[in-house]
Every structure is written in structure tokens, then in C-alpha cells.
């Protein structure tokens, strides 16, 4: 079993930046993907950002250009710098891992518990 504990959270206001951060334990050799979640109250859970074992990002076109992932594989950590944030990122934000190259985000894959992330006006 895999554990991901997030944290960086909180409040901020229009354009301003927040780097939130998710530390993986236990079965860590089968970490490969990961990646960060978010969803807002009444929509769907969107996937903001991606990063391979070996550190190529993906992101989002909402996100892209104002968001940075990096991952740190000796720390078991996984990074998301936002900046430029806007109230409409305002959500639940969620580390996922998955044992394949690719997030899938499925039940078989990791997640966190989620650290709220609001961005007032």
C-alpha cells in the first residue's frame, strides 16, 4: 500500500501562488505517474497536472503556463507550484499515484486525502 499525505494548502488572493506538496510512503517502489486532481463544489474532479517517473509534466489547458509540476523521487515527493491563481481554481486539490506510466486515475491507483486550496477575489 501506498500512503500520500498533501500540504501547501490554504488561502490566497487573486494572483497570487501557492505550492502544494505530497510526500508518498510504504510500497513507494511502485510509484510511477503522479499527479494532482482538483474539484470544485458541483463540478466534475478535473485532472490539473501529471508528471512521469522520470519528470515529464503534463497540464491541463486551464492550468497550463501558470502551473509547474516537479517531483522529487528521492524524497517520495511530488510538487505543484501555482501562480497567477484565479478564483475559479478554487478547489479540493488531490495527489494521485499510479503504478503505471500514466496517471489513470482509477481505484487501483493512490490517492490523498485532499488540501483545500481558495482563492478569494
Known amino acids: 500500500q501506498v500512503q500520500l499525505v498533501e500540504s501547501g494548502g490554504g488561502w490566497v488572493q487573486a494572483g497570487g501562488s501557492l505550492r502544494l506538496s505530497c510526500a508518498a510512503s510504504?510500497?513507494?517502489?511502485?510509484?510511477?505517474?503522479m499527479g494532482w486532481y482538483r474539484q470544485a463544489p458541483g463540478k466534475q474532479r478535473e485532472l490539473v497536472a501529471t508528471?512521469?517517473?522520470?519528470?515529464?509534466?503534463t497540464y491541463a489547458d486551464s492550468v497550463k503556463g501558470r502551473f509547474t509540476i516537479s517531483r522529487d523521487n528521492a524524497k517520495n515527493t511530488v510538487y505543484v507550484l501555482m501562480n497567477s491563481l484565479k478564483p475559479e481554481d478554487t478547489a479540493v486539490y488531490s495527489c494521485?499515484?499510479?503504478?503505471?506510466?500514466?496517471?489513470?486515475?482509477?481505484?487501483?491507483?493512490?490517492w490523498g486525502q485532499g488540501t483545500q486550496v481558495t482563492v478569494s477575489s
Open positions: 510504504g510500497s513507494i517502489f511502485s510509484i510511477n505517474a
Open positions: 508528471i512521469t517517473f522520470s519528470g515529464t509534466p
Open positions: 494521485n499515484a499510479d503504478n503505471r506510466a500514466y496517471i489513470s486515475g482509477g481505484r487501483d491507483s493512490y
